[in-house]
């Protein structure tokens, strides 16, 4: 940040930063239930088409003009026209926002975490999650109650990340990628050996290779493809822009790309293996039948898994805890990279300290995040979820698709990829960026309008409303205060 430039001080550091950044919570909950309602084996043929086409063209991007650059996202698109800057505190509110939200699954998936060792989930999982540890009242009127061990979590997560974010590049995020990332696979891959082994878990994997060919046909299924791309490797967050500036000269960009983003997506085949196998076991012992336990996101991990646990025997013992323990690392690596880069843009622009800054954006955070504390927390956070995600975001990495693709000089960025890569890019990566990325942004896009316009009740609204208006003025205030050093303005 400030100061002396940060730069990884190996490659290896920055892929697993970059690994760490796009496995989370995605990959873990995510993927599997977007696999399964979208043709199983068949969907992988969209998938890797929108992993190639779409996601592994855009973090190139990304990695170009971080690395061109050298500098944060905010700098970066003043350089490139002057009246851009808004959109970079646009695109970097809305990364800030969410990263409230997801510190506070992660902080639930910390209480869980000690559960596990008891199965202090008792009978009822879904009761448990709800009443006991959620105290969910499902009316706005529960912002008045604060829920304390949920704040308490909340808290340890913020204080977690600020404590990696104030620590010099290496020694913090650095550091803490090179022994997260090697423990999650490790916890993986023991989670997947066991789960293949369970009775009944043919019934769960098989799914997954089951082929459902008219689901090629229906564009949803293509738009759910790209949707999982986009998510899951964090695309247009700044995160990749952010760590490719800090990569030395002479870095291999294009290999580096190729590599991440076949990590992130092995990771999540591999695991939905685990849990696919996981479920065909609790389908045959609970007589359930398979498509009511492929639920997405904290139904799966906070209830179904729980009832899953419930009826494993004493290997529950070590397989619950490594499994809350793989969301906790991965959702931190994810924490930390979403806050990066929103950091890496207030420090140089204000010339704060590293330290200075993850203070602030850690206090502010916190006090955002504690609102996900309260009665009506889980509320709160759907809506958050849906139009944060669906809509705000899109709308972001469209804007960046266009800035990048039509207003920068985009043949520099050609240049800059293949200088030292051995894998080259050209005229095709040109196309994608320029009009078949964009036209699929738009398309789902609009179909994130649509979800987000389908929740009309009052309180939806009224939330929208204000994420609506801090989307608006946070990026004005931003851009109009003025930077601390001249040399922010130079072009
Ligand atoms: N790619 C990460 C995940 O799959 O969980 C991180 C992430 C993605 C965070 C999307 C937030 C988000 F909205």
Avoid at 105 to 115: E, F, K, P, S, T
Avoid at 416 to 430: F, P
């Amino acid at each position: 940040m400030s100061g002396a430039k940060s730069e990884w001080n190996n490659n290896i550091t920055f892929i697993l930063a970059m690994i760490g950044s796009a496995v989370g919570l995605g990959n873990i909950w995510r993927f599997p239930n977007v696999l399964y309602s979208n043709g199983g084996g068949t969907f992988m043929i969209p998938y890797i088409v929108s992993l190639f086409l779409l996601g592994i063209s855009f973090v190139l991007v990304e990695y170009a003009v971080g690395y061109k650059f050298k500098t944060s996202l905010s700098k970066i698109l003043y350089k490139v026209h002057n009246r851009l800057e808004p959109v970079a505190w646009l695109v970097l509110t809305i990364v800030f926002l969410i990263t409230t939200y997801y510190i506070c699954v992660v902080g639930w998936d910390l209480i869980y975490v000690v559960l596990s060792f008891t199965k202090a989930w008792g009978s009822n999982p879904d009761m448990f999650f709800s009443q006991s540890v959620l105290h969910d009242i499902d009316s706005i009127s529960g912002i008045t109650t604060i829920v304390p061990a949920v704040l308490a979590s909340i808290v340890i997560i913020w204080i977690t990340a600020w404590a990696i974010l104030r620590t010099n590049l290496n020694d913090g995020i650095g550091r803490v990628s090179r022994i997260l990332l090697p423990l999650l696979f490790i916890i993986v891959v023991i989670i997947v050996a066991y789960a293949v082994t369970l009775p009944g878990a043919s019934t769960g994997y098989l799914q997954i290779l089951h082929p459902d060919w008219s689901a090629l046909m229906k564009a949803d299924v293509w738009l759910a493809a790209f949707g999982q791309i986009v998510f899951s490797l964090s695309l247009g967050m700044a995160i990749a822009l952010t760590y490719a500036s800090y990569l030395p000269e002479g870095s291999k960009l294009v290999d580096n790309a190729f590599f991440v983003a076949f990590s992130n997506s092995g990771f999540e085949i591999f695991n939905s293996i685990g849990i696919f196998s996981i479920l065909g076991f609790m389908a045959m012992t609970s007589g359930l039948p398979f498509n009511e336990l492929v639920t997405e996101g904290t139904g799966l991990a906070f209830v179904v898994f729980p009832q899953v646990l419930n009826v494993m025997g004493p290997s529950a013992q070590i397989i619950g805890p490594l499994f809350f323990l793989c969301i906790l690392f991965a959702g931190i690596t994810s924490i930390i990279a979403l806050l990066e880069g929103v950091c890496y843009s207030i420090s140089e622009k204000f010339a704060f300290s590293r330290k200075k800054t993850a203070t602030i954006v850690c206090i502010v955070g916190a006090c955002i995040s504690s609102v996900f504390a309260t009665g009506c927390g889980s509320l709160i956070l759907a809506i958050f979820d849906t139009f944060l995600n669906n809509f705000a975001l899109l709308f972001a990495v469209l804007l960046e698709c266009i800035i990048f693709g039509w207003i920068y000089d985009f043949d520099e960025l050609i240049s800059t990829l293949n200088e030292y890569s051995t894998i080259k890019v050209g005229k095709l990566w040109k196309i994608i960026i320029k009009f078949i990325l964009p036209i699929c942004i738009t398309f789902l896009w609009l179909q994130g309008i649509y979800y987000t316009l389908s929740e009309a009740d009052p309180t939806s609204i009224a939330i929208r409303g204000i994420l609506l208006a801090l989307l608006i003025i946070l990026p004005i205030i931003f851009t109009k205060l003025p930077a601390k050093d001249e040399d922010y303005y130079k072009t």
